[in-house]
């Protein structure tokens, strides 16, 4: 084995591990209190039959870090009424909420990952809040030897958690064995991580945290300065008016361009679009998705992303319409999944796609 290959296999096994906690990632940042209850209810077999809250919730309480929510039946709650009193209670008391305990009919249910750290505490089963031993939580094998299910209750395991992993542990695996072990393959190992994280977050809530977008914009901007980045249209723009700037601050100037511009540009054709058609077009996430991808890629690189994940969600986007029959006007198309897919391919083809783009318009 040579030693660039070694250098790939610890770096794919090392992309397991944050995969693995991408995984708590994904799921500590786009649950909430409420999410948990809802799907602890959900799992109930006579919760459909109730159609009504009774009006006899006691006052939420705190018993240490332990959020507690009492009512006299054990059935389906209005959202409106629960969220809002978890969240109202969290606000006005200002504390670290680290479990929620709803009481319904003296049965008490226990959610421990509500309002969490990504750190604390250990990680537990969604359905029967057991926690995961450590032998039971290594990256893609753990999830083939309990065959997809919990160790303790038996529920299916989501295929995104060994998906996630896999994809993390490849992306990394790939990018030293094309660059090495060096700050150009750390950044886009770095992308790469943000980006498999928006993709999973988005396809299965429809939400991008900011811990990602906002957080994944500055460290762009950051290694910016240490991996610069081609000039393009900012170094147009200096070469224009005759100023000398060092390559990094170039490359800097590169990435606030590509972060900017096609960000700017695509909220205000979701802007237009939302006051004709009276319809979101673009939720906001995605416009700090696109300034968090442009931060990485500079404007050619995210000009690129966005060109591929248009053509493939529009051909994707069509089929899956087709085939399931859905409305068109009212379905909602996770397109920051595609923007993610792109990006990650754009990165992996190592300046290929869009060393083709640039010369294509010369």
Request: with cysteine; hydrophobic share 50%; charged share 15%.
């Amino acid at each position: 084995m040579t030693e660039t290959a070694l250098y790939a296999v610890i770096a794919g096994l090392f992309g397991l591990l944050i995969g693995s906690f991408l995984n708590v990632c994904i799921y500590r940042w786009t649950h909430t209190p409420w999410d948990l209850v809802i799907n602890h209810f959900a799992r109930t077999p006579d919760a459909s039959k109730y159609d009504e809250w009774f009006q006899a919730t006691e006052p939420a309480r705190l018993d240490g870090k332990v959020l507690t929510v009492v009512s006299r039946a054990a059935v389906l709650p209005d959202q409106s009424q629960l969220e809002a009193r978890i969240n109202a209670f969290i606000r006005t008391r200002g504390v670290g909420v680290e479990s929620v305990r709803f009481i319904a009919e003296d049965h008490p249910v226990e959610f421990r990952q509500c309002n969490l750290s990504v750190v604390r505490p250990r990680s537990a089963c969604p359905a029967c809040n057991q926690p995961i031993a450590w032998y039971d939580n290594i990256p893609v094998l753990s999830f083939l030897l309990l065959r997809g299910r919990c160790r303790h209750c038996q529920e299916k395991i989501s295929w995104t958690y060994p998906a996630v992993e896999l994809l993390t542990g490849l992306f990394f695996a790939w990018f030293v064995a094309h660059s090495g072990p060096n700050l150009t393959a750390a950044k886009d190992c770095l992308f790469a991580a943000f980006m498999i994280g928006l993709i999973f977050s988005d396809l299965e809530t429809l939400l991008l945290p900011d811990e990602f977008t906002i957080g994944g914009f500055f460290a762009g901007l950051a290694l910016s300065l240490f991996v610069p980045l081609p000039p393009t249209l900012f170094g147009l723009f200096v070469d224009l008016f005759g100023m000398h700037l060092g390559l990094r601050f170039i490359s800097l100037g590169e990435a606030l361009a590509g972060a900017l511009i096609p960000s700017g540009a695509m909220w205000f054709l979701g802007w237009c679009f939302e006051k004709i058609k009276q319809k979101e077009y673009l939720g906001f996430g995605d416009v700090k998705m696109i300034a968090m991808m442009g931060a990485f890629l500079g404007l050619s690189g995210v000009v690129v992303t966005l060109l591929l994940a248009s053509v493939a969600g529009s051909v994707i986007g069509l089929a899956y319409l087709k085939i399931t029959r859905k409305d068109p006007a009212t379905h909602y198309f996770p397109f920051a999944s595609f923007m993610g897919a792109a990006a990650l391919i754009v990165v992996a083809a190592n300046g290929g796609i869009t060393g083709w783009y640039e010369h294509m318009l010369r």
